[in-house]
């Protein structure tokens, strides 16, 4: 079982010696700024190095809204962030659900997604495949609940996207976890990327607010049966830097083994 953490940047590889981690997610720039990526010096160490690399895309990242000036430079965001994880040998880019403005527009907001990956395809695609994440708040989110995720995956399964479950997410954003995979499967038919992290939040509080496993409100033995059912590659994106995340690794891999 590959298992590992979201990591500074600065030195992702340090970053999993540190934590005993085999994977490394991390951002290629500032997660609150609409930027390109920049060329990383270690790009050739990442990709010989035999940890698995993931990307997270900038949170301001929604293609799904119907506003043109955050759908528009999204898509090309996404885009080139994309590229940039191809530059590093990641496996995947992580990109949140987004979301609409009002109820009445979730309709537009799945066809814009299924824009965004037509828009994709005829510039030769994604070159990293493109991991669509469950979010925790919003009473408009594409893939909070999972009656939405249904209908995004109706839009843009032919683009055969992939899947990251967190879990977090999932029980703040008020989804049983302990049906949650089966559930997922049906639908998107694969999880690629386990984000596992505690909430600090009740089960559909709609906050997002990670937390080590075993110190917030989620039955760490459910995050485990999750990854366990999920059988999918791991991060914790939890707090309390090298410490807090190792101690998480270590919990994991005493349970579901190395
Ligand atoms: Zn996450």
């Avoid at 499967?185 to 997002?208: E, V």
């Amino acid at each position: 079982m590959r298992i590992g953490a979201h990591v500074d940047s600065t030195d992702p590889l340090g970053a999993a010696t540190a934590r005993d981690a085999d994977t490394v997610q991390f951002f290629l720039t500032d997660p609150q700024a609409w930027k390109d990526p920049a060329p990383r010096d270690d790009a050739e160490a990442l990709r010989a190095s035999g940890v698995d690399v993931y990307i997270h895309a900038p949170y301001r990242i929604n293609v799904a809204t119907l506003n043109n000036r955050i759908r528009i430079p999204s898509r090309k965001l996404l885009m080139t962030h994309a590229a940039g994880a191809a530059a590093v040998g990641a496996k995947g880019i992580i990109v949140h659900g987004g979301h609409v403005e009002k109820v009445e527009d979730i309709a537009t907001g799945f066809d814009n997604w299924r824009k965004a990956f037509e828009y994709a395809a005829k510039a030769g695609g994604f070159a990293t495949p493109v991991l669509i994440e469950n979010t925790a708040g919003g009473d408009n989110a594409c893939a909070r609940r999972f009656d939405a995720l249904a209908r995004l995956w109706d839009a843009i399964g032919e683009y055969e996207p992939g899947f990251c479950l967190d879990t977090c997410h999932a029980h703040a954003g008020g989804e049983d976890l302990l049906t949650a995979v089966d559930r997922i499967k049906a639908i998107t038919g694969r999880i690629d990327l386990i984000h596992a992290n505690d909430s600090k939040d009740d089960f559909d509080s709609g906050r997002d607010r990670h937390d080590n496993l075993g110190s917030g409100r989620i039955d760490p033995e459910l995050v485990v049966a999750v990854v366990r059912a999920a059988g999918a590659p791991v991060v914790v994106e939890t707090p309390g830097g090298v410490e807090g995340q190792a101690a998480d690794i270590t919990f994991l891999r005493d349970r579901v083994g190395r």
